[in-house]
């Protein structure tokens, strides 16, 4: 056992892991943040898993828990502030960005750092971005005009 402190959503958690414990198993199993879904076999293909590690999005699947010690994480359930919910939050609900809602947690962190990149990107460039994320429902019509719509509000309140 390796013992590894990690700050999740702003909370320092000091804990005791195995050394191959996955850093998403550690997240949903030992913290209970299970907005952070596995949709693959830990193979790193579908995105669902994305969180952000010192705000850059990376897959938790492709991590252990030992290799975040001393980061800070955020999660899906530490993108809205309080009650107040992202710009891209705000996107996805009012553009119906998302049916199951399954692989929207790793869609949401993903494209949170990729608007933070590309503050103003055209829909291909979009659909490049989405390029790591597995969506089995929505054809990505309604994901890229989320991920638009949050682009033009992220504007407008940066004005
Ligand atoms: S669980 Fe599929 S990429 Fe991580
Ligand atoms: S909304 Fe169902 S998998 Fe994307």
């Not at 107040?84 to 399954?102: D, K, P, Y």
């Not at 949401?108 to 055209?122: A, E, Q, V, Y």
């Not at 890229?144 to 504007?155: D, E, N, P, Q, S």
Request: charged share 20%; hydrophobic share 40%; net charge negative.
């Amino acid at each position: 056992m390796q013992t590894v402190t990690i700050k999740v959503n702003g909370e320092t958690f000091t804990e005791s892991v195995p050394p191959r414990l996955l850093l998403v198993d550690f997240l949903r199993e030992r913290l209970a943040l299970t907005g952070t879904h596995v949709g693959c076999t830990h193979e790193g293909v579908c995105g669902a898993c994305t969180v952000h590690l010192d705000g850059d999005a990376v897959k938790s699947c492709l991590m252990l828990a030992v290799q975040a010690d001393g980061h800070d994480i955020t999660t899906v359930e530490g993108l809205a502030k309080g009650e107040e919910l992202s710009a891209l939050q705000r996107a996805f609900r009012e553009e119906h960005g998302l049916q199951c809602g399954f692989c929207t947690p790793g869609i949401l962190m993903n494209m949170t750092d990729f608007l933070k990149r590309n503050p103003n990107p055209t829909d291909d460039e979009i659909r490049q971005g989405l390029i790591g994320n597995l969506c089995r429902c929505t054809g990505y019509v309604h994901i890229v005009r989320a991920v638009r719509t949050a682009a033009k509000m992220l504007a407008a309140e940066a004005r």
